[in-house]
């Protein structure tokens, strides 16, 4: 079993940032695809970025040079930086992984998933 925990939400008005956190509570963040997703109330959950096990990033072009995504294995945590969040940010951000493979977009190929941490970003 795989159990992901991710932390570091909150409530910031547009233009602030949030560092997000993805615990993992066994080895896999350094050896298997790892990717963030979110979901805004009455929409589709939406791919934000992905890292592949050797470390090639891919990000939204809705994201792209405002948020940065990052590891340390020897914690085994995954992170998500947000900078200059703007409203439309505003979901439960999820972590997910992937054991096996490549990394994909679609959330439907993501094995294991956290519970999510709310993200609110006001005008």
């Known amino acids: 079993q795989v159990q992901l925990v991710e932390s570091g939400g909150g409530s910031v008005q547009a233009g602030g940032s949030l560092r997000l956190s993805c615990a993992a509570s066994r080895y896999i963040v350094g050896n298997a695809c790892m990717g963030w997703f979110r979901q805004a109330l009455g929409k589709q959950r939406e791919w934000v970025s992905s890292?592949?096990?050797?470390?090639?990033?891919t990000y939204a072009g809705s994201v792209k040079g405002r948020f940065t995504i990052s590891r340390d294995n020897a914690k085994n945590t995954l992170y998500l930086q947000m900078s200059s969040l703007k409203p439309e940010d505003s979901a439960m951000y999820y972590c997910?992984?992937?054991?096996?493979?490549?990394?994909?977009?679609?959330?439907?190929?993501?094995?294991?998933w956290g519970q999510g941490t709310q993200v609110t970003v006001s005008s």
């Open positions: 890292m592949w096990s050797g470390g090639t990033i």
């Open positions: 997910a992984a992937r054991a096996d493979g490549l990394c994909y977009s679609d959330p439907i190929r993501y094995s294991y």
